[in-house]
């Protein structure tokens, strides 16, 4: 049985819509309980008639924008309650879709790094050109800034996680850097690559560029948070933006009207292929418990897979495995 | 009348398509004069038949990939000696869709900043979701690493940009974070900031993220030079990934193409919505000179364009308006 730790609340879609994906995972999958943390008359309501979902009752719920030093005065949390649940081994894995900020102090601060990691590092799988095929990015915002050493625990926990958990048997793995040649990017880029390239890392292939990541032939690409921030950011914001101008290309006339009706069953695997929700989330890696933090406006779908990576962490030892790096 | 020098060789597509552009260019603009520097039997070719273009023979190439004391030792290249043709005097303005990196360090080094610059920014205009609004971001690569000096500097370049040529009123001035309250980012964007806010910097608007640059509200981003051109080669990475999507779903199957018949109208509006190549390319702010780069594959229309841009930079005084910054 694997223990999965819910923080309900906080989510820009409310309760509702999580307690659809708990439900749906939950009649899917026997060998997986949930613990609830949240407002009970809210969760009852939201559970009615659910058999065998545990809810805890919290009374407080954690802002989108929080201090670290705030995340942790708010212990009746639902965020708190939740990740204290797995640094007190009640349950194996801790899934939110409340506040990025507020998720990563508190799972780093409670659960703390494995020994041997010396940044833990928030990890999302990118869809790329190919079908079914992603692109594992680290640190995308845990850190600002972080050191070659950083980069080079970046580089072991993604290969772990692109073979364990998307079972991609020979992870190819980038620096990412403003150039392919080593020796490009700054003194922590240039310094990791040389780290990596020395100690023979398996399937270290050099710097990449931002603009071949989604190419469908990166499995890990390692980058300090600040960069990697900006390089999720922009991607979204790209696809987001082209997409609106798609839309306004079909509604532009009559003629554009009835072309749509043509293609939609095109377009219908295009937005299967870009669509982000299918990787459920980000997953903090590094710390002592599996912390996996859905989008924030995670509709059922999106939450229902964040809660499937994390059995799938659970499930393939990832933790215990980077545990090993260390030692 | 305008001088403006032109190196020749080092792009993608060949003299031949650059000579396109500048004889385009020269019929319809005869207040401009060119100097082109290439290899003179290649470009007495492409010139062939049309007057008022001065050749000046060169022997050398400056590769993509080039060291900048390497680029000092080719004197003789086409490169070198179009922005050499601008410290002393001859020409305004160079352009140049050859190597990135030979151009920046041969600007800076040849060019020099403009006292009161700390350091000269590579500053490129992003399409938007408004026809026809460009993004100004800089530094996009110039750049690793900025103090929140050198951020200050790119506003304040930024800012004339928008204003002299492009003709935007009142520019509002973002600094690229990771989150928008104030604080947030790594310390030079915090000290950035605080400088700009504390300065009452006309237009600043504080920070924004790289989902929201592209939306059409954002006149001028500043970043240091590595985060810039992560932005930069995201937003062409995810653009293309779409582009390569679109094509696949419209070459579904009889209905998806018959559904293209119909709705190419509306995507022709998109695609040029979405063409960078209108803008040009390009421009190293901060050094004595205008100087522009167009992008390594520019075909005439870009480069065509990058041209324009290298006019309106002198028209407007553009480098007289920066040496106020110092003043």
């Known amino acids: 049985m694997i223990e999965i730790a819910v923080d309900m609340m906080g989510s820009d879609l409310g309760p509702t819509v999580l307690a659809k ?12 309980h949930f613990t609830c ?20 009752n919290t009374t407080e719920v954690i802002p989108m924008e929080i201090k670290p030093l705030d995340f942790l005065r708010r212990k009746d949390s639902s965020m708190y309650r939740a990740i204290e649940s797995v640094r007190n081994k009640t349950c ?77 048997e020979n992870p190819k793995v980038y620096t990412l850097s403003n150039g392919l040649e080593e020796g490009k990017g700054t003194d922590e880029i240039v310094a990791a690559y040389k780290l990596l390239k020395e100690s023979n890392f398996p399937g270290f292939m050099g710097n990449t560029e931002a603009r071949e990541v989604l190419d469908g032939e990166h499995d890990v690409v390692v980058t300090p948070g600040f960069s990697g921030n900006i390089l999720l950011k922009a991607c979204e914001g790209t696809a987001s933006l082209v997409s609106k101008l798609t839309k306004k290309a079909f509604l532009k006339n009559l003629f554009t009207k009835i072309g749509y009706l043509f293609a939609k069953g095109g377009f219908k695997d295009m937005k299967e292929s870009m669509n982000y929700k299918k990787y459920g989330g980000a997953i903090l890696l590094g710390v002592n418990g599996v912390a996996v933090k859905g989008h924030g406006n995670s509709d059922a779908y999106a939450f229902y897979n964040a809660i499937d990576v994390a059995r799938r962490m659970v499930e393939n030892h990832i933790v215990e495995k980077i545990e090993e790096i260390g030692k």
Chains 1, 2 share one sequence.
């Open 21 to 32: 994906a708990v439900k749906d995972y939950h009649r899917e999958h026997k060998d997986i």
């Open 37 to 56: 943390f949240g407002k009970e008359n809210v969760l009852k309501e939201a559970f009615q008639g659910e058999e065998g979902i545990t809810i805890v």
């Open 92 to 168: 194996q894995a801790v899934v939110s879709a409340g506040s990025t900020g507020g998720f990563i102090s508190g799972a780093t601060i409670l659960l703390r790094n494995i020994p041997g990691v010396t940044r833990a590092g928030l990890c999302a799988a990118f869809p790329t050109c190919r079908k079914d095929k992603a692109a594992v990015i680290l640190d995308v915002g845990a850190n600002n800034v972080n050191t070659a050493e950083d980069l080079v625990c970046f580089a072991k926990m993604g290969r772990i996680y692109a073979k364990e958990v998307l079972k991609e």
